[in-house]
């Protein structure tokens, strides 16, 4: 899966029709109403906001509208985009000016497209990893037994304290959960504490 961490533009345009293209990170339905609000507020006489987005990666949250274009000519190319790139926690939202010729169907469907395509292939895409997060708190002389498993598996480290014991929160790849959970194993009776948290998402270049 792949995301964005800021906003990419598109400029698309096609028989005197405008197509503005706005790719933005969003994370939340809260996310998704406020760049769609600013949006409209930014361009309040455009014709139509037509958008789609993804976002959730435990479990996936589709939404696409068309905001008065003929059903299934705006809203999904956009979605279709998305999901072609392989994108998550990301919303499109394409600005359209009319301009005086009437694109048909099929014309409406490959603008709405090109416009999300274009700004999706000028975005510096992250990638995000689904990750489940431990946290650990031990004494310093346990030391080797962290450093063990940071050797044996990719390890993302999320939090650390070092005051009189160690406190740790670590992610770990979900593919990966059940081995390390057993490695844990043969030490967890030597922790202070060891507890098993949320499941998130970790994004990298």
Do not use: W
Not at 73 to 100: D, E, H, K, Q, W
Not at 181 to 199: G, M, P, Q, T, Y
Request: a negative charge; one cysteine or more; charged letters at 20%.
């Amino acid at each position: 899966m792949f995301t964005v961490t800021e906003i990419y533009r598109s400029d698309f345009r096609i028989k005197g029709s405008k197509f503005l293209g706005y790719l933005c990170p969003a994370v939340s339905q809260p996310d998704v109403e406020k760049s769609l609000e600013a949006i409209k507020n930014e361009h309040p006489a455009a014709t139509h906001h037509c958008y789609a987005y993804i976002i959730n990666p435990n479990e996936p949250e589709e939404f696409a509208n068309d905001d008065g274009e003929p059903g299934g000519t705006a809203g999904l190319p956009i979605l279709n985009t998305l999901r072609s790139y392989n994108l998550m926690n990301a919303l499109f939202i394409s600005v359209r000016y009319y301009g005086g010729t009437k694109l048909g169907k099929a014309g409406l469907i490959e603008a709405y497209a090109a416009s999300a395509k274009e700004a999706v292939e000028i975005a510096n895409l992250k990638k995000v990893t689904l990750i489940q997060t431990y946290r650990f708190n031990y004494n310093y002389n346990l030391q080797s037994y962290i450093d063990k498993l940071k050797n044996s598996f990719t390890l993302i480290e999320l939090e650390s304290k070092y005051m009189a014991s160690i406190t740790l929160k670590l992610g770990c790849n979900t593919s990966d959960a059940a081995d390390f959970e057993n490695a844990v194993k043969s030490f967890r009776h030597l922790l202070n504490d060891f507890s098993i948290e949320e499941k998130t998402f970790h994004t990298t270049d």
